[in-house]
């Protein structure tokens, strides 16, 4: 199975020195924050609405070294348009994310009209 994570080319690409990513929530929560599908655009809308470029690793779950966690949001938001809901489940993975279990690298960016993150997976 596919599952996303969010986070900047600056990012990526320590992590490519490092020879694993590892997101700041790792240290501070335990784990890294990603995505179905269908809840990237409202993440990113939600959580990284100051970002005009992003990025979106698409991760093959089947070939990362540490376990993903289906649970409910850590951090709900229920005051903007983009609203991620409490009964929703999300891919936590409690470790590093292997760099070859990242199959595929999409860009983010800003629709100039709506200040919005508009996703095409």
Partial sequence: ?????ITTTEAWQAAQNLREYKAQSLETEGFIHCSTKSQVAQVANT?????QQLIVLCIDSEKLISKVKWEPPVHPQNNTSFKVKNNEL??????????????KIINLTKNAQSSTFLISL
């Fill in 47 to 51: 959580f990284y609405s100051h970002y």
């Fill in 1 to 5: 199975m596919i599952i996303y994570h």
């Fill in 90 to 103: 999300f891919p936590h993975v409690y470790g590093v994310i292997n760099l070859d279990s990242v199959v």
